[in-house]
């Protein structure tokens, strides 16, 4: 770097620092138009009655000012109880936790959402390194800006001490990019990275992306997760984590409000079915789908204006989320070659919501992977459950 080149860094510093306008520096990772191809692919899948074909992944859920709006007010609906327990119980758990967390920690966050759990999270680190650097990542740079803003709200963090990015983190050769972009902003200086409010269970393949997350954690790292869990497994179960999804006008109309801005649909939220599901011994799995539900068959405009077929009763899968068995924590984690260093599980305290149900927040460090054991091995086993 020149003197001329240090001269700028520094005036735009002192600029963002020293404004009373809100700026928002944000680093783009990725060309917004090949998104809009991969969502636009993804709404051609073949038709089904189960949600199997059309979908929208995870990220583009949030993707947009449009459904960015319609998440906060999901968020503050307290029919919502997955979140409202969440953020309700969130400073209770953290609290737990904290005190295994040293000195001189930066934050790295995936998927920084409100903003709520990030400022409890800064106010404590920055009491331990005043020179801590606020690394917001998300697919969707409204996202980013309405979660950062909440988040570094007077918590004493100085602007260009906060680094968000834009990047699909669910995308491997993306997180190669992250980790070169951190370490050299850091150095050897230890980083907690995040990844809160029960994000991990809206992906596909949840274990390879959690896999792919706790890689970039160097030997002085840690890891905070946080997942919505239940103590047992069944459909009677699935059926009640369905209804506290089902019960939330606001979380209907969060989650079809990326068709309502992406395709010329006109959105009936009454068209929005839950279902519900046991997934092996590791979790209740509820898939949230739109139904065509005209008797007709009709046509969707895309985002790059072509019109596909949208068969009746076929549908489009809008989301999915979990909860995770208790029990089944460990070996997850194991499986991402992270092992524990604390956790904390708060039940959820209200009286339609199963018992059973709860979040847990789990602090983890790199650890060794350790293989699942073949059914017939029992000394394997014995190793695998102590």
Same mark, same amino acid.
């Given at each position: ?178 980790? @070169? ?7 050897? #200086?230890? =980083?907690?990275?995040? *990844? +809160?409010? !029960? %994000? ?43 209804? @506290? ?7 209907? #109309?969060? =989650?079809?409000?990326? *068709? +309502?801005? !992406? %395709? ?123």
């Amino acid at each position: 770097m020149t003197a001329s080149d240090g001269r700028l860094v520094g005036d735009l510093a002192r600029a963002i620092d020293e404004s009373d306008f809100a700026w928002s520096l944000v680093l783009v990772g990725e060309d917004q138009r090949d998104k809009l191809a991969a969502l636009t692919g993804d709404l051609l899948g073949k038709p089904s009655a189960d949600g199997d074909g059309k979908q929208i992944t995870s990220g583009y859920a949030y993707w947009g000012i449009g459904p960015t709006i319609a998440w906060a007010h999901a968020c503050a609906d307290p029919f919502y109880l997955v979140m409202k327990q969440s953020l309700d119980s969130f400073t209770r758990r953290w609290g737990r936790v904290r005190g295994r967390i040293g000195e001189g920690f930066h934050h790295v966050s995936f998927g920084v959402g409100t903003g709520h759990k990030d400022r409890l999270i800064l106010e404590h680190l920055l009491e331990r390194n005043p020179g801590l650097l606020y690394v917001p990542v998300d697919m969707s740079s409204e996202m980013l800006r309405l979660g950062t803003q909440e988040a570094t709200h007077r918590v004493g963090l100085r602007g260009h001490r906060v680094v968000p990015v834009q990047l699909d983190f669910a995308i491997k050769d993306n997180l190669t990019e992250l980790r @070169e972009l951190v370490h050299r902003l850091v150095g050897d #200086e230890p =980083v907690l990275y995040s *990844l +809160l409010g !029960n %994000t991990l269970a809206n992906f596909d393949q949840d274990d390879e992306l959690l896999a792919n997350l706790t890689a970039l954690a160097r030997p002085q790292d840690l890891f905070l997760l946080e997942v919505a869990t239940t103590e047992a497994l069944s459909e009677d179960l699935a059926h009640d984590a369905v209804e @506290e999804y089902a019960r939330s006008r606001a979380y209907r #109309e969060f =989650v079809t409000s990326a *068709l +309502l801005h !992406n %395709t010329d649909l006109t959105i009936n939220v009454d068209a929005v079915q839950f279902r519900g599901s046991v997934e092996g011994d590791r979790a209740l799995r509820v898939k949230v789908v739109y139904q065509n539900q005209t008797g007709e068959d009709i046509l969707m405009m895309l985002p790059d204006r072509t019109r596909v077929a949208f068969p009746d009763r076929d549908t489009i899968r809008l989301y999915l989320t979990r909860k995770y068995a208790r029990k089944a924590l460990d070996p997850i984690v194991r499986a991402a070659g992270m092992r524990k260093v604390t956790g904390t599980h708060s039940d959820f305290a209200v009286p339609r919501s199963a018992q059973g149900f709860g979040m847990d927040l789990l602090l983890l460090a790199p650890g060794e992977p350790v293989p699942a054991p073949r059914p017939d091995d029992d000394v394997a086993r014995v190793i695998w459950e102590n």
